[in-house]
């Protein structure tokens, strides 16, 4: 198992490569046989323009923070986005638009002092009066905001009030004391709690565009084809040096046009040609082509993501422990990582990812791979070879090739599962109705175990992407996010990963790394924690 030294280190991989062991051979020739597509001819780059040239798997699906959103949509907007806090390298909450933050004695009012000469895109002054425009927007539930029941009282952490005092402080009241508020404030899928002026809304309150305070705005949106950014020539950046998603930002390509290359073959073509200066999210099979080609530099560094399989207990089968402990040992978990990931992921049975400070051994424990007690499992639970449906997608092949292996190493336990391959985004919808058997699935990187296990544990009458609802663990997880101490939260975390391995809600299969292709003349590019493509600091090549 690699330490979370080892695994939280920077690196360019080597351009060699590596063969797996013979055992895993067949899974890798079943991979490649299905997965394998000839390069699309690309066009020639456009003659250089200082513009800094992005590949997108798919479209945004809008512009209103951490509203309708997915991991795309996310990683655009945060050139675009800040809020009063922001996520540092580590992963940790650090000031973003805020020049201090003040905690008082008891825990419950926290205190934000703004940055001085702050400037939204239209020119306008950010102040504290913005400020709480911005968050009683969000806590508004008309506003669809996705992480309201973080904040709202639902799940017992409330503010009770947000309140300007003059024009440079704001000072927010809570319920009780939150260790977690700043974490849950700066959550890249929640928008950041981005300070918005009052014109990114029409008159009637709806959403119009967004008019924020980043390092980029936007400039151009061709649904489909690209989305361009442009540099905010009055950014006023932080004066340290670039730290996670907050620090200093300098916005040194004027333009930045994210170029939507659905097809994974036509992405590494484009780079390949010049017509795109970074393709982020490399799947195994490009990767295994670019380690070979001059002038592609491939760089990674493990994330706060794991990849794994939702399991439906409501659905028909899946509603009875064994059959779904069954699925879980008929897999390989380290086939699976090295198959998928060409060697850069590591296999994990746990909610929290590899690469976290609280991945201790008993995290690392119940991914045993035993086929003779799935199928002695199998026959207890009276399974007589009825088909289960999992889904998946083509647009993340990550998604889509472990739902391959899944598929055929579960066969060797004598389960039958068909796939059903959905466009990404209906399969989103699926997921956010909970309406699937299994599902093959990414999760957001978050910055503390806390959010991983909220992420799927929960009251599933509330919310139908939650998966599992054991009332040990809901106490579990309230003292784990009610605790400050280390030691105490790591008992905790551990407790629940062992009522999760019995209880079996779904299976964690492997902890990813962000992997960036960059051409030869991009300077200052660098994979992050969180896999979200950065695109601030970063140089484009010269013409």
């Known amino acids: 198992m690699r330490s979370a030294t080892h695994a939280a280190s920077s690196s360019t991989i080597p351009s060699d490569g590596h063969s797996h062991a013979a055992a895993w051979k067949r899974w890798r020739d079943l991979l490649v046989a299905l997965t394998a597509a000839a390069l699309l001819q690309a066009a020639s780059a456009s003659e250089r323009d200082g513009t800094l040239r992005v590949s997108l798997t798919s479209d945004i699906r809008s512009t209103n923070p951490g509203v309708n959103r997915d991991a795309n949509t996310d990683t655009v907007m945060m050139h675009i986005l800040e809020g009063l806090v922001a996520y540092r390298e580590d992963g940790s909450a650090g000031p973003l638009l805020a020049d201090s933050v003040a905690v008082s004695t008891d825990g419950t009012q926290y205190t934000f002092r703004l940055r001085p000469q702050l400037r939204f895109h239209n020119g306008a002054a950010v102040t504290a009066d913005d400020v709480v425009w911005s968050w009683r927007r969000y806590l508004d539930p008309k506003t669809g905001w996705s992480c309201l029941s973080d904040f709202d009282g639902t799940r017992g952490n409330r503010i009770e009030s947000v309140t300007a005092l003059g024009p440079d402080t704001v000072v927010f009241k809570l319920n009780r004391p939150q260790p977690m508020f700043l974490s849950q404030m700066a959550a890249i899928q929640c928008g950041g709690g981005a300070i918005l002026h009052r014109s990114s809304v029409n008159a009637d309150g709806s959403w119009n565009a967004p008019v924020a305070t980043g390092p980029y705005m936007l400039d151009a949106w061709k649904r489909g084809q690209y989305i361009d950014l442009r540099a ?132 690392a424990s119940g991914g045993a791979h035993d086929v003779a007690q799935a199928r002695a499992l199998l026959v207890e639970a009276g399974y007589r070879g009825q088909p289960i449906v999992l889904t998946t997608n083509r647009r993340y092949p990550a998604m889509f090739n472990q739902a391959l292996l899944v598929q055929a190493m579960a066969r060797e336990a004598g389960i039958d599962i068909q796939l059903e391959v959905l466009e990404w985004a209906t399969q989103l919808d699926r997921w956010k109705a909970g309406k699937y058997q299994l599902m093959s699935f990414g999760f957001t990187a978050r910055a503390d175990p806390y959010l991983n296990y909220d992420a799927m544990l929960g009251d599933r009458s509330r919310s139908h992407t939650k998966l599992w609802d054991n009332p040990v663990a809901l106490d579990l997880q309230r003292a784990a996010g009610e605790s400050s101490d280390p030691a105490t939260r790591q008992r905790l975390f551990d407790r629940m990963h062992e009522l999760m391995v019995a209880d079996c809600p779904l299976i964690v299969l492997y902890s990813l790394s962000d992997v960036n292709a960059v051409r030869r003349g991009v300077s200052g590019f660098d994979s992050w924690v969180f896999g979200r493509a950065r695109l601030w600091g970063v140089r484009p090549p010269s013409s």
Request: charge should be positive.
């Open 232 to 363: 905010f020539s009055g950014y006023r950046s932080r004066n340290e040096a670039r730290d996670g998603n907050t620090g200093g930002k300098f916005a040194y390509a004027p333009r930045v046009r994210w170029l939507i290359i659905r097809d994974g073959s036509a992405r590494l073509a484009a780079l390949v040609k010049g017509q795109v200066d970074v393709m982020p999210e490399v799947p195994a099979a490009e990767m295994v082509q670019l380690q070979r080609v001059s002038g592609v530099t491939l760089m990674a560094k493990p994330m706060l993501v794991n990849y794994a399989i939702l399991i439906q207990d409501r659905a028909p089968l899946l509603g009875d422990v064994r059959m779904r402990r069954a699925l879980a040992l008929s897999l390989d978990r380290t086939a699976i990582a090295a198959l998928v990931t060409n060697d850069v992921g590591v296999a994990n049975p746990s909610v929290i990812p590899s690469s976290s400070s609280y991945y201790s051994s008993i995290q």
